[in-house]
């Protein structure tokens, strides 16, 4: 038995490839965020920052502002040119001044009419759009990241079981379907989405708003040909105003800064407002603004 063992071994490498909990400094945090101030924002769903500009998307707005977060324009009609009928954005995404948007018609929890759609940075008009493929099982859109090292735009779900096991990949400049991949470890409940230094990081409404629980950042590094990838807990948001649901997220790569979406007051059942938690009349939105090390 023990000659057979022997002769059965794996080498060292294959051991490490198949085993990340040993590379201890892949399974940390990445970096530490210091907060450094919250602003309030037109739009609840994400933030996306290029230059000298950052932009918001609500679930039916999308808004742009200057780098002292005024407002420069808004398009409160961003639906307009789908051929079907959609109505709601997700986390967005923002490459060369081109915004990058999940776009679907949601409705208690489900998604259909899912499409990546790109609007002008500038007048935030629609340009033209990409079709996701069905037979990925991609059942919602929450978030979409734009990953320029590798020409490639993923999308993340927020419905759970299957779909919200992996994130999607398509070519950026066709938007060709080019397969997904499997997180392993998956958080639960993916609100956006982006890319940053080689890696990938995710928000994720896992934590439960009734018991004030705070939600969580995660981390992945994907290979561009993997079918997997382990993913890390990168940030606890204990630090936040109020807990509420967390949102998109994105890299301020001019101010080496972090920005996370966030909102507070409404409660939220199956994906949509129900009323609101003692002491709120209205949901506020707020983007939280850390320094990054």
């Known amino acids: ?17 198949n085993r990340p909990e040993e590379e201890k400094e892949d399974m940390l ?18 933030v996306c920052s290029e230059g000298d500009y950052y932009w ?69 008009e629609l340009k033209r759009t990409f079709p996701f493929n069905p037979e990925s099982g991609q059942l919602e859109c929450s978030g979409i990241a734009v990953d320029p090292d590798h020409n490639i735009v993923w999308m993340c779900s927020w419905v ?61 590094k994907v290979d561009k040909e993997a079918t997997f990838a382990t993913v890390v807990l990168e940030r606890t948001f204990d630090d936040v105003t109020f807990q509420g649901e967390i949102e998109g997220l994105t890299f301020d790569k001019k101010r080496k800064q972090f920005l996370l979406l966030y909102n507070r007051g409404a409660r939220i059942i199956l994906g949509m407002p129900r009323g609101f938690y003692p002491g709120y009349e209205k949901e506020i939105s707020e983007v939280f603004i850390y320094d990054v090390k």
């Open 1 to 17: 038995m023990a000659l057979l063992l022997s002769g059965c071994a794996l080498s060292n490498t294959t051991q490490n490839a």
């Open 56 to 124: 918001v998307s609500g679930s039916t707005t999308l808004t742009k502002y200057d780098e002292n977060w005024n407002v420069i324009s808004e398009n409160k009609e961003p639906f307009i040119g789908y051929e079907n009928e959609v109505n709601h954005i997700g986390d967005i995404d923002v490459y060369q001044n081109e915004l990058y948007v999940g776009v679907e018609y949601f409705m208690d929890g489900v998604g259909t009419n899912i499409q990546i759609a790109i609007y002008d940075g500038d007048t935030l």
């Open 160 to 220: 759970g079981e299957d779909s919200g096991r992996y994130i999607y990949k398509y070519d950026l400049e066709t938007g060709d379907y080019l397969g997904k991949v499997h997180l392993q470890m998956p958080p639960q409940w993916l609100q956006g989405i982006t890319y940053y230094n080689g890696e990938l990081f995710m928000s994720a409404d896992d934590g439960e708003a009734d018991y004030q629980e705070s939600d969580h950042m995660y981390r992945t």
């Open 29 to 46: 945090p990445r970096y530490t965020y210091t907060l450094n101030k919250s602003v309030g924002v037109n739009g609840r769903q994400g």
